[in-house]
């Protein structure tokens, strides 16, 4: 059948369609003469009439500006210092501001401090930090998870990083510290040249069932690029730690991570740096037909096999049609009556949406519906279409002698108009057979989150690459219907023994259901 | 504003004052244990050391911070000390030990790092804190409960200003024999609230006997969150009062009542147990397809396909008693189905110019509702009781002024652009690139206007009998309008 390399799975598509529309019915212009004009109007914040000052002021002055602050005498310290924490103001103002709170009440509250903290983090004063340290420890009975996730970014990035895993202990006790302590952490750990307690904390992340963050990818892969500069330090041979960031890449694999064109030169760069192999890696695209432009290799199959796909098949008509309750998208007996359908019916290469179908254009859909059956007939394709009860009343939009001809030249099943015709669409086609595809629009991702877990999330969402036919642009009176081509390799992290393939984002707008373009091809030969 | 030292941390302060170099203090300002003022300190240290040594000077100062906190831990450690001393037989231990202690700490620490948090905690809390997971969770808890304490302490301390006044008046003005405010003397008789308390019961009793049955559908426990429940009793608790209120009460039934689950627990709770005891409206744990025969049962939903146009006074309707603030479109719909009950939802499309909102409405709105179309018949009157933030106006305004040429072109081919669920003109369009990318210029205005155009006809046609299944629609003839397009 002619097909067409835009599929509605690769990255970007749907910006561009989005793009697209906006031009057609050109709310474009529209939104930006609303942009313009609106200021985002704002309450009144807390340090409104506040001015930061631009140098260290001794106590005096700070004793003036108190009195001259519109704000209430007590909560002066704590909007003063906000206030230099988001003009970005030197250090030392702060100190200043810090040394008349000192004096005039002889104690500073933990607000303040923990204010000031910000400031020194984020301004990189990592020695004035660990001062902070020891005071807060000392002037309060415990830290809270704001200051803790401070003073562990503050610490990886010194030479006493150890000092973070204590207070990443006393974290845990009361709250799941998150990916981002774990990631600095890590990355202060691999800074050090300490490998070993580095894979032990990206252990502990994967244990608490958390996805690590790039950052921590890429912290990793250049720790191993930074060769066995310290490798006695970091307790972990050259070796294992090759073999770990290969895990990792499994781990890419097994979750369908892409990673983003930083990480991809990460990795990159590792695999140039291991001694006795000859990988070279280069950036490229992969033919429509599966087969890589950089090493001239094939790539991985999108069918699945038969285990993945028995598997799937179970699970669509347990989650997807059954789920917790029938009745929700349709009713037992409607679903034993397709069951018994699909049973005595000849095996089909194509399972019709109707009603998506149909929709394409405004009115006349019956007419739609037509076109794509006849072209489907012409190619000799055994077809199943799917609707709903409705289509087989008389209307405008659905004509008799139109539905007629359709139920000739295809097997037709209709549901009742209260139940939902998708996961009949989607039961019909695995239970046909590897071969049978389905052809729609709907991108099924109401359906698909009804399933339990990642895995069979990422095999239905494989399948459906495979296997969903969609209609290439519009179809016009006369012409004939196209339909997208279906990709016949998988968009996921490979590798055979001599050959690793990486599909990264390049800068492209990616929905969470389109599939990258680019490569990155490592190749090791001699 | 003068803070106070403490005897140790002032002799700090003129230890380190005096390590800086100034001498330019009077030793007669500083009497021991007294408060010095900063500002004779400043003027003569900065007289002195900016000329010289500006930088040294500043770095000093900067510090000094450092050097008070740290010795105020020193001052707070040696008083800890004693404390602990006094206090050794105190033992503020909680249970399960060291996670409670932990959340309580990280709760205080939050206080004072200037989180939205309650000051005063209970342990039943501290629990229920512990066992939620995720920070966010935590933080969204702590924040309800600190602005319940809000509140609280808000009326508590109206109340106290009020005993005041009070307290001042009788001060002022003690209440004797000779003080006492005169009887009010009318020839209306004065009028007492349990007169009207023992009205209504009579009313509900009478209901109970002879009033018609209106069913509420309690078995949605599973499918709610604590707060969701907690809000359904709410609603429930309006509920009955406005049927109480009415001219002509139902005859209120909770179905699905588990005797054990939390639905009837909070109920109880919040009703105290004889009040629940006295209130005239029937509980069972039975579903309500075994207490009424089921040709008499229509179920109330939003995602039925079939529209109610009449009040049927020999039907009992069956309402779900669920809140879906996350929205579970069909989870009532689903058990109508497969209790094979008819069903019908509110002509809520054919009356009201929709704009944004869930077409699902509240008990209490439901309640009102349906009173008041027993009481009236009139579905204008009835309607008005939806949130008005939901929809612009009855059509019935609108069509005085276009009545003229656009009734009769739309008839023909406004069929739905694509075959929606039940929701007809609903602005909350849940399908995003689902069914159909390209023509998806539909908003929910745009549906909206297109649907308006088609109700353009009177709506006062009254309907003899009311075919709430589809079977029955089967049976009927063949050139009735599809059940999408009814108006």
């Given at each position: 059948m002619p097909s067409f390399p835009t599929s509605v799975f690769a990255a970007g598509n749907a910006k561009r369609t989005t793009e697209m529309l906006k031009r057609k019915t050109a709310l474009a212009s529209l939104e930006q003469e609303d942009a313009a004009g609106d200021q985002p109007r704002r309450r009144g914040f807390k340090t409104d009439g506040l001015v930061a000052p631009d140098r260290p002021l001794s106590p005096t002055e700070w004793k003036k500006q108190l009195e001259e602050a519109p704000c209430s005498p007590e909560r002066f310290d704590v909007h003063m210092m906000t206030l230099l924490f988001k003009t970005g103001a030197e250090l030392d103002i702060a100190k200043s501001l810090l040394t008349f709170v000192a004096l005039e009440t002889g104690t500073m509250s933990y607000q303040l401090l923990l204010q000031y903290l910000t400031l020194c983090v984020k301004g990189g004063h990592d020695a004035e930090a660990l001062d902070c340290y020891q005071i807060m420890r000392g002037a309060f009975p415990a830290l809270e998870t704001g200051a803790s996730s401070l003073f562990i970014k503050a610490f990886s990035r010194t030479e006493s990083w150890r000092e973070a895993l204590p207070i990443l202990r006393d974290m845990k006790k009361v709250i799941a510290p998150s990916t981002r302590n774990y990631s600095d952490i890590i990355g202060g750990a691999l800074l050090h040249g300490a490998a070993a307690p580095?894979?032990?904390?990206?252990?502990?992340?994967?244990?608490?069932?958390?996805?690590?963050?790039?950052?921590?990818?890429?912290?990793?892969?250049?720790?191993?690029?930074?060769?066995?500069?310290?490798?006695?330090?970091?307790?972990?041979?050259?070796?294992?730690?090759?073999?770990?960031?290969?895990?990792?890449?499994?781990?890419?694999?097994d979750n369908q991570v892409y990673p983003?064109?930083?990480?991809?030169?990460?990795?990159?760069?590792?695999?140039?740096?291991?001694?006795?192999h000859h990988w070279r890696g280069e950036w490229t695209t992969v033919s429509p037909?599966?087969?890589?432009?950089g090493c001239g290799s094939e790539l991985e199959s999108i069918q699945l096999t038969p285990e993945e796909y028995t598997h799937l098949e179970a699970r669509v008509m347990a989650d997807i049609i059954q789920g917790k309750d029938v009745f929700q998208k349709t009713t037992a007996e409607e679903l034993e009556s397709f069951k018994a359908f699909v049973k005595?019916?000849?095996?089909?290469?194509?399972?019709?949406?109707?009603?998506?179908?149909?929709?394409?254009?405004?009115?006349?859909?019956?007419?739609?519906?037509?076109?794509?059956?006849?072209?489907?007939?012409?190619?000799?394709?055994?077809?199943?279409?799917?609707?709903?009860?409705?289509?087989?009343?008389?209307?405008?939009?659905?004509?008799?002698?139109n539905m007629g001809l359709i139920q000739k030249k295809a097997h037709c099943f209709f549901t009742e108009n209260t139940s939902e015709d998708d996961?009949?669409?989607?039961?019909?086609?695995?239970?046909?057979g590897n071969h049978c595809r389905f052809l729609s629009r709907d991108l099924?991702?109401?359906?698909?989150?009804?399933?339990?877990?990642?895995?069979?999330?990422?095999?239905?969402?494989?399948?459906?690459?495979?296997?969903?036919?969609?209609?290439?642009?519009?179809?016009?009176?006369?012409?004939?219907?196209?339909?997208?081509?279906?990709?016949?390799?998988?968009?996921?992290?490979q590798s055979t023994g001599v050959s690793w393939h990486v599909p990264y984002d390049d800068s492209v707008d990616r929905s969470s259901y389109e599939v990258p373009q680019s490569w990155l091809c490592l190749t090791n030969k001699p | 504003m003068m803070g106070l030292f403490s005897r140790r941390v002032s002799v700090e302060l003129w230890r380190l004052w005096s390590v800086s170099g100034t001498r330019h203090f009077s030793i007669g300002t500083f009497p021991t244990g007294q408060v010095c003022s900063p500002r004779s300190f400043s003027s003569g240290r900065f007289l002195r050391t900016d000329a010289s040594q500006p930088d040294q000077g500043d770095k000093i100062d900067l510090d000094l911070w450092k050097s008070v906190m740290r010795s105020q831990?020193?001052?707070?450690?040696?008083?800890?000390?004693?404390?602990?001393?006094?206090?050794?037989?105190?033992?503020?231990?909680?249970?399960?030990?060291?996670?409670?202690?932990?959340?309580?700490?990280?709760?205080?620490?939050?206080?004072?790092?200037?989180?939205?948090?309650?000051?005063?905690?209970?342990?039943?809390?501290?629990?229920?804190?512990?066992?939620?997971?995720?920070?966010?969770?935590?933080?969204?808890?702590?924040?309800?409960?600190?602005?319940?304490?809000?509140?609280?302490?808000?009326?508590?301390?109206?109340?106290?200003?009020?005993?005041?006044?009070?307290?001042?008046?009788l001060a002022e003005f003690p209440e004797t024999l000779e003080n006492r405010p005169p009887v009010k003397n009318s020839f209306l008789m004065q009028y007492r609230d349990h007169w009207l308390d023992r009205l209504l019961g009579w009313r509900g009793a009478q209901a109970m006997n002879f009033g018609?049955?209106?069913?509420?559908?309690?078995?949605?426990?599973?499918?709610?969150?604590?707060?969701?429940?907690?809000?359904?009793?709410?609603?429930?608790?309006?509920?009955?009062?406005?049927?109480?209120?009415?001219?002509?009460?139902?005859?209120?039934?909770?179905?699905?009542l588990q005797p054990e689950g939390g639905y009837r627990q909070q109920l109880v709770k919040r009703y105290s147990e004889d009040a629940w005891d006295r209130l005239l409206i029937t509980e069972t744990p039975q579903r309500h397809v075994d207490v009424f025969p089921q040709e008499q049962l229509v179920y109330l939903t939003a995602d039925s396909p079939n529209v109610l146009r009449t009040f049927d006074p020999s039907k009992v309707y069956v309402v779900g008693a669920m809140v879906d603030r996350s929205i579970q479109t069909g989870r009532s719909f689903a058990t109508a189905k497969r209790l094979q009950m008819a069903t019908a939802r509110l002509p809520l499309d054919q009356f009201l110019r929709w704009e944004i909102g869930a077409k699902t409405l509240t008990l209490d709105q439901m309640i009102r509702i349906l009173l008041t179309i027993k009481d009236t018949g009139s579905w204008e009157q009835a309607l008005a009781f939806v949130p008005k933030r939901k929809h612009d106006g009855f059509y019935q305004e609108k069509k005085q002024s276009e009545r003229g040429g656009t009734a009769a072109r739309d008839r023909g081919d406004r069929y739905p652009q694509r075959d929606q669920r039940e929701r007809q003109g609903s602005a909350r369009e849940p399908w995003g690139a689902g069914r159909g990318g390209q023509d998806r210029g539909v908003s929910g205005k745009g549906v909206g206007m297109a649907w308006e155009r088609e109700y353009k006809q009177p709506v006062t046609r009254i309907r003899s009998s009311q075919n709430s299944t589809t079977e029955d629609r089967r049976r009927t003839d063949k050139t009735r309008t599809p059940w999408y397009q009814q108006d």
């Open positions: 580095a894979w032990q904390l990206y252990d502990e992340v994967l244990g608490e069932g958390l996805t690590p963050l790039p950052d921590t990818w890429r912290a990793l892969f250049e720790g191993g690029a930074r060769g066995g500069r310290a490798e006695e330090e970091g307790g972990m041979s050259p070796a294992e730690y090759g073999e770990r960031l290969l895990g990792v890449l499994g781990y890419m694999r983003e064109r930083n990480l991809a030169d990460a990795i990159k760069t590792w695999f140039h740096s291991l001694p006795g037909k599966g087969v890589c432009k005595r019916k000849p095996v089909f290469d194509v399972v019709v949406d109707g009603l998506n179908v149909a929709n394409i254009v405004k009115g006349r859909q019956s007419e739609m519906l037509l076109a794509v059956v006849c072209e489907l007939e012409r190619q000799g394709l055994t077809t199943l279409v799917l609707g709903r009860k409705h289509m087989l009343r008389p209307s405008a939009s659905w004509d008799r002698r996961p009949f669409l989607l039961y019909a086609t695995l239970h046909s099924m991702r109401d359906h698909k989150a009804c399933l339990p877990d990642a895995l069979t999330r990422r095999l239905f969402f494989k399948w459906q690459r495979g296997h969903q036919l969609v209609i290439h642009g519009t179809v016009a009176q006369g012409r004939r219907v196209g339909f997208q081509m279906i990709s016949p390799y998988d968009t996921i992290v | 831990t020193a001052v707070d450690e040696s008083i800890e000390d004693d404390k602990e001393q006094v206090k050794k037989g105190d033992s503020t231990d909680y249970p399960s030990g060291c996670v409670l202690a932990a959340t309580r700490e990280l709760v205080s620490m939050w206080r004072q790092a200037g989180k939205l948090v309650p000051d005063k905690i209970t342990d039943q809390d501290v629990k229920t804190l512990a066992e939620l997971t995720t920070k966010s969770s935590k933080k969204k808890y702590l924040k309800f409960l600190a602005i319940r304490e809000g509140h609280k302490n808000k009326s508590k301390e109206k109340q106290e200003k009020k005993r005041a006044e009070r307290e001042q008046r018609q049955p209106l069913v509420f559908d309690m078995s949605y426990e599973a499918h709610m969150t604590p707060q969701e429940l907690t809000n359904s009793v709410s609603q429930m608790l309006e509920v009955e009062s406005c049927n109480r209120r009415s001219l002509d009460p139902f005859h209120l039934h909770l179905c699905n």
